[in-house]
């Protein structure tokens, strides 16, 4: 998980020579005749790990930019509480003055993500950023133009921007599927979520079809 900027920066230097192996890799099996089926097994570990990589860039940009997920499992909050903290532009320093305890102890934890942190504490990390959780009901809706498939969207935006527009934030969930699905770049991912915002935003209420119903 990337906590700051200097850790942004190793990472992208890390993708960047990542790929570049992973291309030369690619290239010296075809030049041994390799099969491309062969070639993807044994290529599949170091994409894996690459993947991962631009995944958590990818987090750590929205964050930065003032977006953050929807928190979708409790498990995870540990997680979520370093974004939050990311989106509201405080360093740990900052964060730890505010929480009355040593940058060095907020270091450890966020290392950690969290682990097994309790209500309490949770609540105490959430007052100190000013930032605020809340649970909502989900209902499945249809998507206009996708063919009837249906997705699970909140009654009401979920989406969490600290500075910026706003989008909402399952739509970022739904463009990393087709990342994940297609192979795209995190950038692509973010430019079909700012494209669905952009489709919802223009429709009116009567452009929306009825929900479906179980």
């Given at each position: 998980m990337i906590r700051n900027d200097a850790e942004y920066k190793r990472v992208l230097q890390q993708i960047e020579e990542g790929r570049a192996h992973f291309h030369a890799q690619r290239a010296s099996f075809?030049?041994?005749?390799?099969?491309?089926?062969?070639?993807?097994?044994?290529?599949?570990?170091?994409?894996?790990?690459l993947l991962g990589l631009e995944e958590d860039a990818a987090a750590y940009l929205n964050a930065k930019n003032g977006h953050l997920a929807p928190l979708d499992d409790l498990k995870h909050i540990g997680r979520w509480l370093v974004h939050a903290r990311i989106a509201r532009g405080l360093s740990q320093k900052e964060l730890a003055e505010r929480l009355g305890v040593s940058e060095a102890q907020v270091s450890r934890?966020?290392?950690?993500?969290?682990?097994?942190?309790?209500?309490?504490r949770a609540q105490a990390i959430l007052d100190a950023l000013g930032v605020s959780l809340r649970i909502v009901e989900e209902r499945p809706?249809?998507?206009p133009g996708a063919e009837g498939a249906?997705?699970?969207?909140p009654f009401?935006?979920?989406?969490?921007?600290?500075?910026?527009?706003?989008?909402?934030?399952?739509?970022?969930?739904?463009?990393?599927?087709?990342?994940?699905?297609k192979n795209l770049s995190p950038e692509k991912s973010r430019q079909i979520a700012h494209a669905l915002n952009h489709l919802l935003n223009s429709l009116s209420d009567d452009d929306v079809p009825a929900t479906r119903q179980e």
């Open positions: 075809q030049e041994q005749g390799v099969p491309a089926e062969a070639a993807d097994i044994a290529l599949q570990a170091t994409e894996s790990f934890d966020e290392r950690n993500e969290y682990a097994k942190v309790g209500v309490d809706v249809l998507i249906a997705y699970t969207i009401e935006p979920h989406g969490v921007s600290v500075a910026g527009s706003e989008v909402d934030s399952e739509l970022y969930r739904i463009a990393g599927n087709f990342r994940a699905k």
